[in-house]
């Protein structure tokens, strides 16, 4: 398996673009998990899926952003507009619940820049 | 949630033993304790895995009292690419927050 792929790896947009990150959970994993990390904030959990279904986005900042899951193997965080505060590494996880042992899966990451 | 408790930082030199201990007293009956490995530039990776007494895998050990309100998570012959930030997580595995983590800096 490819592990949870994302992309793109590096974006820079100007302040009041729409921004569309994008993640491939691996197959068979039933949870994808969408974080944000930043020197000043650390990891912080915007929303979780289960089975495609959004189960907790309280971590999400505002109404500028939101996520999606359509199917089992692609989900969509987007940023609409967007600012410079919203610069930051976004990842994406997945795991299987119900089977402990091995945790999440991160992907490599998106670098996103808002200038 | 339980919350996590773990020292900012830690210095150690290569081929020393390195334990990291996180305090979780409000763990719940449910809750598993996960540690992860996170270097620059890279998402963070799954370690090792826990619920009590002792889990010990290729890459480290973990160990948890009968009280689970802490867990250490232990090192063995740290090499300089060891330096990375090492989180401890408590949950169900549903809903998975990351505190500060520790950050470990091993010198030659």
């Known amino acids: 398996d490819a592990g949870v792929i994302q992309s793109p790896r590096h974006e820079v947009t100007e302040m009041g673009q729409e921004v569309t990150l994008r993640c491939k959970p691996i197959s068979g994993h039933n949870s994808l998990f969408w974080y944000r990390q930043t020197m000043m904030r650390g990891l912080e959990l915007l929303i979780y899926?289960?089975?495609?279904?959004?189960?907790?986005d309280s971590g999400m900042p505002e109404d500028r952003f939101s996520a999606k899951m359509p199917n089992a193997s692609f989900s969509t965080l987007k940023i609409q507009p967007s600012e410079p505060r919203d610069s930051a590494v976004y990842f994406c996880a997945s795991s299987l619940v119900g089977v402990r042992q091995w945790g999440y899966t991160f992907g490599s990451g998106t670098r996103l820049t808002v200038v | 949630l339980a919350k996590t408790t773990q020292p900012i930082s830690m210095d150690s030199y290569e081929g020393q033993e390195v334990n990291i201990t996180c305090s979780h007293n409000n763990i719940a009956t449910n809750d598993y304790i996960t540690w992860y490995q996170q270097f620059p530039s890279q998402g963070p990776r799954f370690i090792i895995q826990?619920?009590?007494t002792k889990v010990t895998n290729e890459v480290a050990s973990l160990f948890i009292p009968a009280d689970r309100k802490s867990s250490t998570l232990s090192l063995p012959r740290v090499s300089l690419s060891d330096t990375a930030v090492y989180y401890c997580l408590v949950g169900d595995n549903n809903d998975m927050r990351f505190g500060a983590g520790t950050r470990l800096t091993v010198k030659p």
């Open positions: 826990g619920y009590k």
């Open positions: 899926f289960n089975n495609n279904v959004p189960i907790d």
